[in-house]
């Protein structure tokens, strides 16, 4: 699927003693959160995508994650440049640190080192014709299996949002054929009682009006979220809503599964 090489000098697998610690492997990402906008990619397919972002079968990508080795790493006071490669091509990602938190102590820089494999989050801009990973979060890879497991992850996800593609286009055609035919004073109308605003309705706006409006780095916590929303509606359709809107990408997890910051506060 990716038979770019060119980036295959160095080798993915040339220090096998990097992953003498092998006990405590990555999760993997929780089924029910991956959907249409948070996928992950491969470098190749952040070099290679267009102005308007990273797409699949058509399906814009809001935030990517890579596995990849670190082969550069560049301090400034303001950011961290990376240069990160994998086995399909090399790109830079810069992560931009919190002055405030980075004044205080050091625990706005991530703890990794030149030749580490990490799981990196950001989305793909374009910056000078080139295009860079804007980043948000790092996370160190202590087991090799979590590099195999990433490539295996992109595949079955390109698989199966080509799958969703058809599906959707069979069910626009068809919903089409249906509306086509309706006479032009026709009483059957489709409602707008359910629209949204921004692809969210009432009930989710309010989640994500709460993630949106907090000012910590960590973000909001479930627990103080649904302390407000509890009169409003149910533990169930709570956390039915929060796990929504992080398959969709409109909000992302922190420091924790309890803790959630909003995508566009970037």
């Given amino acids: 699927m990716w038979n770019d090489q060119s ?32 996928a992950p990619i491969v470098i190749r397919q952040a070099l290679h995508s267009g102005d308007d972002g990273v797409k699949i079968w058509g399906t814009e990508i809001q935030i990517v994650f890579i596995v990849a080795r670190i082969r550069n790493i560049r301090m400034q006071s303001t950011k961290i440049t990376y240069t990160i490669q994998d086995i399909t091509g090399r790109m830079r990602a810069v992560l931009w640190l919190d002055q405030e938190a980075a004044d ?16 990196i989050f950001g989305t793909v801009k374009a910056n000078k014709g080139k295009k860079v990973l804007m980043t948000f979060k790092i996370i160190p890879i202590t ?28 069910a626009n055609t068809n919903s089409n054929t249906f509306t086509g035919g309706l006479p032009a004073n ?32 960590q973000g909001i916590s479930k627990e103080d979220m649904y ?40």
């Fill in 186 to 217: 026709s009483m059957v109308g489709v409602t707008e009682s359910g629209a949204s605003v921004n692809g969210l309705n009432p009930r989710q706006m309010m989640v994500f009006n709460l993630i949106r409006a907090s000012t910590l780095e």
């Fill in 104 to 119: 205080e102590d050091d625990k706005a820089t991530p703890k990794v080192q030149v030749n580490d494999y990490i799981q």
């Fill in 7 to 38: 980036a295959v000098g160095g080798g993915f697998f040339n220090s096998p003693n990097q992953f003498g610690n092998v006990n405590t492997p990555n999760q993997a990402p929780k089924q029910g959160r991956r959907a249409s906008r948070t």
């Fill in 227 to 266: 302390g407000t929303l509890k009169d409003r509606m149910s533990q169930v359709e709570f956390e039915n809503i929060l796990e929504w809107m992080c398959g969709e990408g409109h909000i992302y997890s922190t420091i924790d599964e309890e803790h959630y910051r909003a995508t566009d506060a970037f």
């Fill in 143 to 170: 087991d090799v299996n979590a590099i195999t497991f990433h490539y295996l992850h992109c595949i079955q996800n390109r698989l199966k949002m080509e799958a969703d593609s058809k599906k959707e286009k069979v």
